[in-house]
C-alpha cells in the first residue's frame, strides 16, 4: 500500500532507529540499519519498507557484523611484518585475493554511478556466500590447528587481514556507525600508503586497484568456479552418508573422485598431493581424505557406499564417500593413519605432532598437565 499520513501507515524514521514503547513489536534498529535499508532500495521505482523488511535488514547486519568480528577475532595476534609476499601464498589464497579485488572493483564502479542498491548485493553475497560459506569455513583448520606462527597460519592471516581492511572502507559509507566501531578496535596498527595514519575510519584511503591480485590466471579463474561447484556436489554425497548415520562430522569421512577429463584429472590429482596444505582436496572438502582414482575399476570402488556426480556441460566427475581411514586425532580431529604412531603422543596425528614439538607449552602450564 502507498504510505500516506491520512491512512495512518506512515513508517517512520525515528521510531526504526530510536523503537517505540513496545520493543517486541518496534524494536530499535539504530541508524546503521536504517542506512542499509536505504541502500538496498532501487530508488528508480517503487520502494517498499514495512517489519519483515525491516527485520531482513536487521538479519542481514548482523551477520554481516558476524563476519567482520570473526575476521578481528583471528587476527589478535597479527602484525603488518607477519604479511607474507602475495608470490608465496597458497594458491586458495591467490584465488581469495582474487574475488576481494573484483568486488572492491565492483563497488567503485556502483558508487561512481550511485547504484547502491547494486553494493548492497555485492556485500551480501560476498560477506555471507565468497567468505563465510567458502573461504573462512575451510580456513578454521589452519587457524585453529596450525601453530601460532606457522606460514599456513599466517598466509591466512595475511588474506583476511587484508580483506577486513578493504570491506571496511567499502561499508564506511553505507554502515559507518559499524565500520568504526570495528576500526576502533582493530588488533594491530595499520598506516596509509603515504605513512599518515588514520584515527578514523573515514581517513582511510579508498583501496587502490592491485593489478598483481587481478592477474590471477584465467584457467586458474575457471578451474576454481568448477572445484566451488565440485565441493557442492561433494557436499550432497557427505550429506547422504551422514542421514545413512555412516558419518557424523564431514572429518570422519573419505571422498573418491574420478574423471575421464584428462586436464581435470591432472589438477585435481596436482591438488591432491599439494605440497602446500591449505591447497590440498581434503581441507576444500573439510575431509580426512580424498584419492583421485585412476580407473573406475570394481576393486577400487567396491567399498564406496555413497555416490554422487559433478556435471558441467561434457565435463563430469564421479564422486564417491566411504568412512575415512586411520584413527581420529584428539587435537584436529582429523582421521590418520599415524595416530598411534608417536609414543609420547599416541593420540595426535603427525600435523599436530610436529605443531605440539615446535610449540611446547610454558613451563607453568606445562605443569598444570602434569598434575591433572
Known amino acids: 500500500m502507498k504510505m500516506s499520513k491520512s ?16 520493543s517486541k513489536d518496534a524494536p530499535a534498529y539504530g541508524a546503521d540499519v536504517m542506512r542499509l535499508w536505504v541502500s538496498s532500495v532501487d530508488y528508480t521505482g517503487d520502494v517498499l519498507i514495512g517489519p519483515q523488511i525491516l527485520r531482513q535488514m536487521s538479519d542481514i547486519y548482523r551477520k554481516l557484523r558476524g563476519t567482520l568480528r570473526y575476521l578481528l577475532g583471528n587476527l589478535h595476534d597479527w602484525r603488518v611484518d607477519n604479511d607474507v609476499p602475495y608470490e608465496d601464498l597458497p594458491i586458495i589464497d591467490q584465488h581469495a585475493l582474487f574475488q576481494l579485488e573484483n568486488v572492491v572493483k565492483n563497488i567503485h564502479e556502483c558508487y561512481e554511478n550511485y547504484q547502491f542498491f547494486k553494493i548492497f548485493q555485492i556485500i551480501q553475497r560476498f560477506t555471507i556466500v565468497d567468505l563465510s560459506n567458502f573461504y573462512f569455513d575451510i580456513a578454521k ?3 585453529y590447528t596450525g601453530g601460532t606462527s606457522s606460514f599456513t597460519r599466517r598466509s591466512c592471516q595475511t588474506v583476511l587481514s587484508t580483506h577486513l581492511l578493504s570491506i571496511l572502507r567499502v561499508i564506511a559509507p553505507i554502515v559507518p556507525h559499524l565500520a568504526e566501531d570495528v576500526w576502533q578496535n582493530l588488533p594491530f596498527e595499520y598506516r596509509n600508503e603515504d605513512g599518515s595514519a588514520a584515527k578514523f575510519v573515514f581517513e582511510l584511503k579508498w583501496p587502490t586497484v592491485n593489478e598483481q591480485w587481478l592477474s590471477f590466471p584465467a584457467e586458474d579463474v575457471l578451474f576454481w568456479q568448477r572445484l566451488l561447484g565440485l565441493r557442492t556436489e561433494v557436499n550432497k554425497v557427505l550429506e547422504l552418508a551422514r542421514n545413512d548415520k555412516m558419518i557424523g562430522s564431514s572429518l570422519e569421512a573419505k571422498v573418491y573422485l574420478y574423471t575421464a577429463d584428462a586436464g581435470m584429472a591432472t589438477k585435481l590429482l596436482e591438488m591432491s598431493e599439494a605440497k602446500n596444505e591449505a591447497d590440498t582436496l581434503q581441507r576444500i572438502f573439510i575431509t580426512s581424505q580424498v584419492e583421485v582414482l585412476p580407473s573406475m ?19 563430469k566427475v564421479w564422486i564417491g564417500v566411504s568412512r575415512a581411514e586411520g584413527s581420529k586425532c584428539e587435537r584436529c580431529w582429523n582421521y590418520s593413519g599415524q595416530v598411534g604412531s608417536f609414543s609420547n603422543h599416541p593420540t595426535l596425528c603427525g600435523r599436530c605432532f610436529n605443531v605440539i614439538v615446535a610449540n611446547p607449552p610454558e613451563p607453568a602450564v606445562a605443569a598444570l598437565i602434569s598434575s591433572a
Open 297 to 315: 575399476e570394481k576393486e577400487m570402488v567396491s567399498s564406496v557406499q555413497h555416490t554422487g556426480e559433478y556435471v558441467e556441460g561434457d565435463k
Open 7 to 22: 491512512l495512518g501507515n506512515v513508517v517512520d524514521p525515528r521510531l526504526v532507529i530510536e523503537g517505540g514503547k513496545n
Open 141 to 143: 583448520d589452519r587457524l
